[in-house]
């Protein structure tokens, strides 16, 4: 039987791609809307949506350097077991960097980062009209070569359920009862 992830790295995994996708969402809408107190909103909502990333993906990678992943089943081509490991070390630097783009984005244009409205996120960097643009451009190819690799990773992942069905995309679901998992 194939091992399977962690219990918790499973539930990051699944609620970490859901709020990039929803990030991803809030994201593409926000910029369309006229200025109002409703966008103001949409735009914090979705800051505090990528700093609820950042943080759980740190929590993620912890996890995952303190328990590892279960090994590539030996049937898999070495060059698919490259592809793997490369395309996990893309969507974990992504993970990082997009949210990263943004908070230093959203401080170059002078506003502060308050994580649903409590508190204020340090600012590391003074406002700047000079840096804004370069960080925006930033945030946003990012952010589409996150959505690129996401994609990639998820068809990668359906392969391996619908063609392959070499237990690689189960390794991932949550658990049923009375399962085990690492």
Not at 114 to 120: H, I, R, T
């Amino acid at each position: 039987m194939m091992q399977r992830y962690p219990r918790l790295s499973i539930f990051f995994h699944w609620l970490i791609a859901l709020l990039i996708i929803v990030a991803f969402i809030v994201g593409s809408i926000m910029t369309d809307l006229s200025f109002s107190p409703f966008k103001l909103k949409v735009f914090s909502w979705h800051k505090w949506i990528g700093v609820t990333i950042l943080g759980l993906v740190a929590l993620r990678l912890i996890t995952r350097l303190i328990k590892g992943a279960p090994p590539y089943p030996s049937t898999m081509p070495a060059w698919q077991k490259k592809a793997a490991h490369w395309t996990h070390v893309l969507l974990y630097v992504l993970m990082f960097a997009v949210p990263l783009s943004g908070y230093f984005y959203t401080l170059a244009a002078g506003y502060p980062v308050v994580y649903f409205g409590l508190f204020e996120l340090p600012v590391l960097i003074p406002a700047s009209p000079e840096l804004k643009p370069i960080l925006k451009l930033s945030h946003i190819v990012l952010t589409k070569v996150l959505a690129a690799a996401f994609f990639i990773h998820a068809a990668a992942a359906l392969k391996h359920a619908l063609i392959d069905k070499d237990g690689m995309f189960r390794r991932m679901l949550p658990t049923k009862s009375g399962e085990t998992s690492l």
